[in-house]
């Protein structure tokens, strides 16, 4: 979500054209986290809802961690700026994806590596979401502090400033005001999203196949016998009893 200030350092011509940015792998993870605890001012990220880790890498040093999560559920600005009626928000969110964190490792800070690995993050962010996910991402948005910093790396990169959030956040089921409001980052990832994400009718593609089963009573009845012996693996509070 935010960088920690660039310490411009000297580098060899072209370096920024040797970077590259990838998935972090399973194994790689608690690596992820614990950089971002021991790195980033807000820490390590309790991602909410689907997430991605991103690393960017010059050969094999890691020199930047990105993490993607799920848009926040309500954003005045973004909202106003895609212009989708409530219903559709309700219904299309989940294409779009959050930027969490950014960091820059401490030893790398290159002039623009900012902004060219979010480029390189955006360029396979939404076939890295879809493979793990199942669908695209048509929109990323992020949240930038003011008070530390002015967003000029998600600017240089093609993000846009398009508010303001109202200074709430989000505990569990409730919102909690805390007085210090974030600017609003949107870029769209493909020419037509806003367009997309706001249309009535939905994008064709978005619609899965529908795989029609004929059962007979027998076979409906034999279903429901082996239903029954599934196991419940819910813990109590996911349980819904009928009413007596």
Same mark, same amino acid.
């Given at each position: 979500? %935010?960088?920690?200030?660039? &310490?411009?350092?000297? *580098?060899? @011509?072209?370096?920024?054209?040797?970077? +590259?940015? $990838?998935?972090?792998?399973?194994?790689?993870?608690?690596?992820?986290?614990?950089?971002?605890?021991?790195?980033?001012?807000?820490?390590?990220?309790?991602?909410?809802?689907?997430?991605?880790?991103?690393?960017?890498?010059?050969? %094999?040093?890691?020199?930047? &961690?990105?993490?993607? *999560?799920? @848009?926040?559920?309500?954003?005045?600005? +973004?909202? $106003?700026?895609?212009?989708?009626?409530?219903?559709?928000?309700?219904?299309?969110?989940?294409?779009?994806?959050?930027?969490?964190?950014?960091?820059?490792?401490?030893?790398?800070?290159?002039?623009?590596?900012?902004?060219?690995?979010?480029?390189?993050?955006?360029?396979?962010?939404?076939?890295?979401?879809?493979?793990?996910?199942?669908?695209?991402?048509?929109?990323?948005?992020?949240?930038?502090?003011?008070?530390?910093?002015?967003?000029?790396?998600?600017?240089?990169?093609?993000?846009?400033?398009?508010?303001?959030?109202?200074?709430?956040?989000?505990?569990?089921?409730?919102?909690?005001?805390?007085?210090?409001?974030?600017?609003?980052?949107?870029?769209?990832?493909?020419?037509?999203?806003?367009?997309?994400?706001?249309?009535?009718?939905?994008?064709?593609?978005?619609?899965?196949?529908?795989?029609?089963?004929?059962?007979?009573?027998?076979?409906?009845?034999?279903?429901?016998?082996?239903?029954?012996?599934?196991?419940?693996?819910?813990?109590?509070?996911?349980?819904?009893?009928?009413?007596?």
């Amino acid at each position: 979500m %935010d960088i920690r200030p660039n &310490l411009i350092t000297p *580098s060899p @011509p072209n370096i920024l054209q040797t970077i +590259r940015v $990838r998935p972090v792998e399973h194994h790689e993870q608690s690596r992820w986290h614990d950089l971002l605890a021991q790195h980033h001012y807000l820490g390590a990220p309790a991602l909410v809802g689907k997430s991605l880790l991103h690393v960017a890498t010059l050969d %094999d040093q890691w020199v930047a &961690l990105l993490g993607w *999560s799920s @848009p926040a559920l309500k954003c005045a600005a +973004r909202d $106003r700026w895609i212009g989708w009626l409530p219903v559709l928000q309700w219904q299309r969110l989940h294409f779009i994806a959050n930027n969490t964190r950014f960091l820059i490792l401490p030893d790398f800070h290159l002039p623009n590596l900012a902004s060219r690995v979010l480029g390189l993050s955006l360029q396979r962010l939404s076939d890295d979401w879809q493979r793990i996910h199942g669908q695209p991402v048509l929109l990323v948005e992020t949240f930038v502090d003011p008070a530390r910093f002015t967003g000029t790396s998600y600017k240089a990169a093609g993000w846009r400033e398009v508010g303001r959030t109202k200074g709430f956040s989000k505990n569990a089921a409730r919102y909690q005001h805390h007085g210090q409001p974030k600017i609003v980052f949107v870029k769209p990832l493909q020419h037509q999203a806003t367009r997309w994400l706001s249309a009535l009718v939905p994008n064709p593609e978005w619609r899965c196949p529908v795989t029609t089963l004929t059962l007979n009573a027998p076979h409906v009845e034999s279903l429901w016998d082996m239903l029954a012996q599934v196991p419940e693996f819910r813990q109590p509070e996911g349980l819904r009893h009928p009413q007596r």
